[in-house]
Protein backbone atom coordinates (compact mmCIF):
# COMPACT_ATOMS: atom_id res chain seq x y z
CA UNK A 1 0.00 0.00 0.00
CA UNK A 2 1.48 3.31 -0.88
CA UNK A 3 1.89 5.97 1.67
CA UNK A 4 2.62 9.21 2.41
CA UNK A 5 4.02 11.07 5.93
CA UNK A 6 3.97 14.56 6.43
CA UNK A 7 5.88 15.83 9.65
CA UNK A 8 7.40 19.03 10.62
CA UNK A 9 5.24 21.41 10.40
CA UNK A 10 4.16 23.97 13.76
CA UNK A 11 3.70 27.26 14.41
CA UNK A 12 6.77 29.90 12.95
CA UNK A 13 7.45 32.88 13.36
CA UNK A 14 7.55 35.39 10.31
CA UNK A 15 11.04 35.09 9.00
CA UNK A 16 11.55 31.99 10.38
CA UNK A 17 12.42 28.57 9.12
CA UNK A 18 10.67 25.04 9.18
CA UNK A 19 11.80 21.57 6.85
CA UNK A 20 8.74 19.57 6.37
CA UNK A 21 9.58 15.96 5.73
CA UNK A 22 7.88 12.93 3.77
CA UNK A 23 8.34 9.50 4.38
CA UNK A 24 6.89 7.21 1.46
CA UNK A 25 6.43 3.45 1.63
CA UNK A 26 4.56 0.79 -0.62
CA UNK A 27 6.39 1.58 -3.94
CA UNK A 28 9.77 2.67 -4.93
CA UNK A 29 10.67 5.87 -4.21
CA UNK A 30 13.18 6.23 -6.24
CA UNK A 31 11.23 5.78 -9.80
CA UNK A 32 9.03 8.55 -8.83
CA UNK A 33 8.73 12.49 -9.21
CA UNK A 34 6.96 14.08 -6.43
CA UNK A 35 5.58 17.33 -5.66
CA UNK A 36 4.23 19.55 -2.74
CA UNK A 37 1.17 21.01 -2.42
CA UNK A 38 0.01 23.72 0.03
CA UNK A 39 -3.83 24.86 0.80
CA UNK A 40 -4.46 27.87 3.21
CA UNK A 41 -7.14 27.48 5.39
CA UNK A 42 -10.62 27.04 3.73
CA UNK A 43 -8.94 27.59 0.38
CA UNK A 44 -8.05 25.55 -2.70
CA UNK A 45 -5.31 23.50 -3.80
CA UNK A 46 -2.02 25.14 -4.68
CA UNK A 47 1.51 23.62 -6.48
CA UNK A 48 4.15 24.34 -4.52
CA UNK A 49 7.46 22.16 -6.11
CA UNK A 50 8.34 19.42 -7.68
CA UNK A 51 11.54 17.14 -8.03
CA UNK A 52 12.40 14.41 -10.38
CA UNK A 53 13.56 11.49 -9.41
CA UNK A 54 16.80 11.67 -9.44
CA UNK A 55 16.52 15.60 -8.19
CA UNK A 56 18.32 16.82 -11.72
CA UNK A 57 14.94 18.99 -12.23
CA UNK A 58 13.13 21.35 -9.73
CA UNK A 59 10.85 23.65 -10.02
CA UNK A 60 8.62 26.13 -7.75
CA UNK A 61 5.56 28.36 -7.63
CA UNK A 62 7.28 32.25 -8.17
CA UNK A 63 5.65 33.17 -4.76
CA UNK A 64 8.55 30.37 -3.10
CA UNK A 65 11.36 31.13 -5.28
CA UNK A 66 14.49 31.95 -3.72
CA UNK A 67 12.59 30.89 0.29
CA UNK A 68 12.21 27.28 -0.44
CA UNK A 69 14.20 24.22 -1.46
CA UNK A 70 12.74 21.05 -2.17
CA UNK A 71 15.20 17.65 -2.11
CA UNK A 72 15.11 13.72 -1.65
CA UNK A 73 17.06 11.31 -0.34
CA UNK A 74 15.87 8.39 -2.77
CA UNK A 75 18.39 5.98 0.24
CA UNK A 76 15.43 6.41 2.50
CA UNK A 77 12.51 6.74 1.07
CA UNK A 78 12.51 10.71 2.09
CA UNK A 79 11.46 13.97 0.48
CA UNK A 80 12.29 17.45 2.39
CA UNK A 81 10.87 21.01 1.73
CA UNK A 82 12.96 23.35 3.43
CA UNK A 83 11.16 26.85 4.07
CA UNK A 84 13.01 30.00 5.03
CA UNK A 85 12.07 33.55 5.33
CA UNK A 86 8.32 32.15 6.18
CA UNK A 87 5.67 34.85 5.44
CA UNK A 88 1.84 35.15 6.87
CA UNK A 89 0.88 33.60 3.54
CA UNK A 90 2.83 30.67 3.75
CA UNK A 91 -0.15 29.18 6.12
CA UNK A 92 -0.62 26.10 4.99
CA UNK A 93 -1.26 22.31 5.10
CA UNK A 94 1.52 21.17 3.27
CA UNK A 95 0.96 17.81 1.05
CA UNK A 96 3.47 15.82 -0.79
CA UNK A 97 2.32 14.27 -3.51
CA UNK A 98 3.52 11.82 -6.15
CA UNK A 99 3.40 12.29 -9.90
CA UNK A 100 1.55 8.90 -11.30
CA UNK A 101 4.84 7.76 -13.28
CA UNK A 102 2.70 7.78 -16.48
CA UNK A 103 5.28 10.90 -17.59
CA UNK A 104 2.77 13.38 -17.13
CA UNK A 105 1.99 15.98 -14.43
CA UNK A 106 -1.24 13.85 -12.63
CA UNK A 107 -0.97 13.51 -8.87
CA UNK A 108 -2.15 9.90 -8.17
CA UNK A 109 -0.92 9.84 -4.01
CA UNK A 110 -0.85 12.18 -1.43
CA UNK A 111 -0.05 12.45 2.32
CA UNK A 112 -2.07 13.81 5.23
CA UNK A 113 -0.84 16.62 5.49
CA UNK A 114 1.14 18.96 7.66
CA UNK A 115 0.00 21.92 8.95
CA UNK A 116 2.70 25.10 8.76
CA UNK A 117 1.18 28.27 10.92
CA UNK A 118 3.05 31.83 10.20
CA UNK A 119 2.03 34.40 12.93
CA UNK A 120 3.99 36.25 15.24
CA UNK B 1 0.46 30.54 -16.28
CA UNK B 2 -2.68 28.75 -16.96
CA UNK B 3 -5.81 30.17 -15.34
CA UNK B 4 -8.04 27.18 -14.38
CA UNK B 5 -11.98 28.73 -13.82
CA UNK B 6 -14.50 26.41 -11.91
CA UNK B 7 -18.03 26.92 -11.83
CA UNK B 8 -20.44 26.75 -9.87
CA UNK B 9 -18.30 27.96 -6.53
CA UNK B 10 -21.44 25.67 -5.23
CA UNK B 11 -23.70 23.19 -6.55
CA UNK B 12 -26.76 21.69 -4.93
CA UNK B 13 -27.88 18.60 -6.12
CA UNK B 14 -30.64 15.82 -4.63
CA UNK B 15 -29.45 12.27 -3.42
CA UNK B 16 -29.70 10.51 -6.61
CA UNK B 17 -30.09 13.14 -9.15
CA UNK B 18 -27.01 13.86 -11.55
CA UNK B 19 -24.44 16.93 -10.92
CA UNK B 20 -22.27 18.43 -13.57
CA UNK B 21 -19.47 20.53 -12.62
CA UNK B 22 -17.78 22.85 -15.27
CA UNK B 23 -14.11 23.24 -15.68
CA UNK B 24 -12.44 26.12 -18.15
CA UNK B 25 -9.06 26.84 -18.86
CA UNK B 26 -7.53 30.17 -20.06
CA UNK B 27 -5.57 28.67 -22.97
CA UNK B 28 -6.22 25.24 -24.54
CA UNK B 29 -4.85 22.60 -22.29
CA UNK B 30 -5.87 19.85 -24.75
CA UNK B 31 -6.72 16.72 -23.05
CA UNK B 32 -4.15 17.05 -20.09
CA UNK B 33 -6.57 17.62 -17.59
CA UNK B 34 -7.39 15.96 -14.51
CA UNK B 35 -10.29 15.86 -11.61
CA UNK B 36 -9.94 15.39 -7.91
CA UNK B 37 -12.27 15.09 -5.11
CA UNK B 38 -11.83 16.18 -1.36
CA UNK B 39 -13.69 15.44 1.49
CA UNK B 40 -13.81 17.25 4.15
CA UNK B 41 -10.66 16.83 6.25
CA UNK B 42 -9.18 14.43 3.87
CA UNK B 43 -6.36 14.45 1.79
CA UNK B 44 -7.04 14.59 -2.13
CA UNK B 45 -8.11 11.65 -4.09
CA UNK B 46 -7.56 11.48 -8.21
CA UNK B 47 -11.15 10.80 -10.15
CA UNK B 48 -10.62 11.10 -13.57
CA UNK B 49 -7.48 12.04 -16.03
CA UNK B 50 -6.66 12.89 -19.66
CA UNK B 51 -10.02 14.59 -19.29
CA UNK B 52 -12.19 11.02 -19.56
CA UNK B 53 -10.56 8.08 -17.94
CA UNK B 54 -11.40 7.40 -14.98
CA UNK B 55 -8.32 6.49 -12.35
CA UNK B 56 -8.26 3.38 -10.71
CA UNK B 57 -11.09 1.91 -7.89
CA UNK B 58 -13.59 5.39 -9.14
CA UNK B 59 -16.97 4.20 -9.96
CA UNK B 60 -18.96 4.10 -13.17
CA UNK B 61 -20.94 7.08 -12.41
CA UNK B 62 -17.98 9.50 -12.21
CA UNK B 63 -17.20 10.36 -16.15
CA UNK B 64 -15.47 13.40 -17.56
CA UNK B 65 -15.51 14.85 -20.95
CA UNK B 66 -13.87 17.69 -23.05
CA UNK B 67 -10.98 19.13 -24.89
CA UNK B 68 -9.02 22.20 -24.93
CA UNK B 69 -10.64 24.93 -22.53
CA UNK B 70 -13.99 23.91 -21.89
CA UNK B 71 -14.28 20.59 -19.21
CA UNK B 72 -17.43 18.46 -17.55
CA UNK B 73 -17.12 15.83 -14.91
CA UNK B 74 -20.26 14.23 -14.48
CA UNK B 75 -21.38 12.15 -11.40
CA UNK B 76 -24.48 10.48 -13.03
CA UNK B 77 -26.68 9.66 -9.73
CA UNK B 78 -25.29 10.84 -6.62
CA UNK B 79 -24.75 9.02 -3.93
CA UNK B 80 -23.92 9.99 -0.15
CA UNK B 81 -20.57 10.06 -0.01
CA UNK B 82 -19.81 11.97 -3.36
CA UNK B 83 -20.74 15.45 -1.66
CA UNK B 84 -16.68 17.04 -1.54
CA UNK B 85 -15.51 19.77 -2.82
CA UNK B 86 -14.10 18.94 -6.41
CA UNK B 87 -11.05 20.61 -8.81
CA UNK B 88 -10.05 20.39 -11.96
CA UNK B 89 -6.16 20.55 -12.89
CA UNK B 90 -4.02 21.19 -15.95
CA UNK B 91 -0.55 19.59 -16.47
CA UNK B 92 -0.48 20.57 -20.26
CA UNK B 93 1.78 23.71 -19.73
CA UNK B 94 4.21 23.19 -16.63
CA UNK B 95 5.80 25.03 -14.40
CA UNK B 96 3.35 25.64 -12.82
CA UNK B 97 0.55 22.81 -12.81
CA UNK B 98 -2.71 25.13 -11.58
CA UNK B 99 -5.60 23.93 -10.02
CA UNK B 100 -9.34 25.19 -10.51
CA UNK B 101 -10.93 27.00 -7.52
CA UNK B 102 -13.09 24.34 -6.82
CA UNK B 103 -16.85 23.60 -6.76
CA UNK B 104 -18.33 22.23 -3.56
CA UNK B 105 -21.32 19.78 -4.47
CA UNK B 106 -23.64 19.79 -1.52
CA UNK B 107 -27.35 17.79 -0.44
CA UNK B 108 -29.93 19.53 -1.89
Known amino acids: EVQLVESGGGLVQPGGSLRLSCAASGFTFSNYRMNWVRQAPGKGLEWVSF????????YYVDSVKGRFTISRDNANNLLYLQMTSLRDEDTAVYYC?????????????WGQGTLVTVSS | EIVMTQSPATLSVSLGERATLSCRASQSVSSNLAWYQQKPGQTPRLLIY???TRATGIPARFSGSGSGTEFTLTISSLQSEDFAVYYC??????????FGQGTRLEIK
Open chain 1, 51 to 58: ITSSSNTI
Open chain 2, 50 to 52: GAS
Open chain 2, 89 to 98: QQYNNWPPIT
Open chain 1, 97 to 109: ARDDGSGYRRLDY
